[in-house]
């Protein structure tokens, strides 16, 4: 079946430094993709909606500049944080729509960052 | 702006018994669906059960279905013959129908531990 795959799983970097976070559609192509924050024990909240060839959707009180998203494929979308602070240490999780199976909605495994 | 209520924080079952997970929501529009996934240790979103609004017969898969009352506009989950494979976070979430399907509010979660 279809799978939504997401790299890293984990990771830790310093304080002030940017990482990155991709998101992809193992077999099939999905023209727009969403990214959530979860924090531990809570629920996911939606971040933006990432779409293929334009700029990304963000939610309200998100800030486009410190988390910055790019579709440049029909497969895959990164999310970068940017000049990472503790505060932004979370689960990031995607998810993706494949439309062959009446818009079936696939999460991928989710990321956990770390600031140190 | 949509909004999903979990009230229940936690729930606990015996196993082989019967559990309800409530959830109550709020939207203005007329094309809309609800889903429940499932969250285990491993973080995975899985997905439970769809229904989608337009639709008076309750969704079921398996030991898994809803109580879809749309005047009152709850939602709630009725897991049957509980397996200890259930334990979870269970989150209710909502979306909206046409270009903005895929774009998921979600409940609070409610945490399930099925004892042996």
């Known amino acids: 079946g279809a799978v939504v795959s997401q790299h890293p799983s984990r990771v830790i970097c310093k304080s002030g430094t940017s990482v990155k976070i991709e998101c992809r559609s193992l077999d099939f192509q999905a023209t727009t993709m969403f990214w959530y924050r979860q924090f531990p024990k809570k629920s996911l909240m939606l971040m933006a909606t990432s779409n293929e060839g334009s700029k990304a959707t963000y939610e309200q009180g998100v800030e486009k500049d410190k988390f910055l998203i790019n579709h440049a494929s029909l497969t895959l979308s990164t999310l970068t944080v940017t000049s990472a602070h503790p505060e932004d240490s979370s689960f990031y999780i995607c998810?993706?729509?494949?439309?062959?199976?009446?818009?079936?909605?696939?999460f991928g495994e989710g990321s956990w960052l770390t600031v140190v | 702006a949509q909004t999903v209520t979990q009230s229940q924080p936690e729930m606990s079952v015996q196993e082989a018994e019967t559990v309800t997970l409530s959830c109550t929501y709020d939207t203005s529009e007329n094309n809309y669906y609800l889903f429940w996934y499932k969250q285990p240790p491993s973080r995975q979103m899985i997905l439970v059960i769809r229904?989608?609004?337009?639709?008076?017969q309750n969704a079921t898969e398996n030991r898994f279905s809803v109580n879809f009352q749309k005047a009152a506009k709850s939602f709630s989950l009725k897991i049957s013959d509980s397996q200890l494979g259930d334990t979870a976070m269970y989150f209710c979430?909502?979306?909206?129908?046409?270009?903005?399907?895929?774009?998921?509010?979600f409940g609070q979660g409610t945490i399930l531990t099925v004892h042996p």
């Open positions: 998810s993706a729509m494949d439309g062959r199976s009446g818009n079936t909605i696939y």
């Open positions: 229904q989608e609004a337009y639709k008076q």
């Open positions: 979430a909502l979306g909206a129908g046409g270009t903005s399907y895929g774009k998921l509010t």
